[in-house]
């Protein structure tokens, strides 16, 4: 008898999700393995945040599925994923201590000591309050926060979106040396030229629909551009 081979990270079977009778995903398949950076790239607009946030269960969808490990989503997905939304979630009257307390409780694959180790590489310390810092130290804050989690898919939303430079090349070093090993991740953005250095599958979001996927590598050998030039070629960029 041939052992069972385990079921994908993550698996999309034709997802759908419509607002007000206008579709915004339409018939979304996708399969996500492990140990794995996908970038899910397109345009504002394209529908990656609404795709992020229902594999989430921020939104429902209108038609479709999607297993996390071979299961619905639910408790189970949400204690195994972690999320960076594109928008800061942390309420800046707090202290770092607090919010470092506040993922310590509430997740069980937090790991504090890595949490503060990376503070004290930015020279943060837990006493300091959220509104004191600079924006680009709250980014970099809540991507710690995300990044101490050892789940085995971490999903983020525009982590370079209204960051400078230095502050990107910061929290690509901190996505590639951080996730736990054999976890994947999956990164929303449409700032190719930015991030696809660490990208080994890439993902391509056209008015809800993909109409593109492949390994990076393979994508750049076969039409002899990098992913940013052929990004700007299949949306007129």
């Known amino acids: 008898m041939k052992p069972k081979s385990n079921p994908p990270l993550l698996e999309i079977s034709h997802l759908e999700k419509t607002f007000d009778k206008t579709p915004v995903l339409k018939d979304i398949n996708l399969t996500l393995k492990s140990g794995k950076i996908y970038g899910l790239l397109g345009k504002n607009g394209a529908g990656k945040s609404t795709l992020i946030k229902t594999i989430n269960t921020l939104l429902l969808p209108t038609a479709g599925a999607i297993k996390f490990k071979g299961k619905p989503l639910g408790v189970f997905s949400k204690s195994h994923i972690s999320y960076l939304p594109e928008r800061t979630y942390l309420d800046l009257w707090t202290t770092i201590k607090y919010n470092l307390d506040l993922f310590d409780s509430f997740y069980q694959d937090f790991d504090r000591k890595k949490a503060v180790k990376m503070l004290k590489s930015l020279d943060l310390n837990e006493s300091m309050k959220l509104h004191k810092i600079s924006k ?102």
């Open 136 to 237: 680009g130290m709250q980014e970099k804050l809540q991507l710690v926060l995300v990044m101490s989690r050892k789940a085995d898919l971490y999903i983020l939303d525009e982590p370079l979106g209204g960051v400078d430079p230095a502050t990107r090349d910061y929290i690509l070093d901190t996505i590639l040396t951080n996730f736990a090993d054999g976890s994947s991740v999956l990164i929303s953005t449409h700032l190719i030229s930015d991030i696809e250095r660490i990208l080994d599958e890439v993902i391509f979001l056209d008015h809800g629909e993909i109409i593109l996927t492949g390994d990076a590598d393979s994508l750049r050998e076969k039409n002899h551009k990098s992913i940013d030039q052929l990004f700007r070629s299949k949306f007129k960029c």
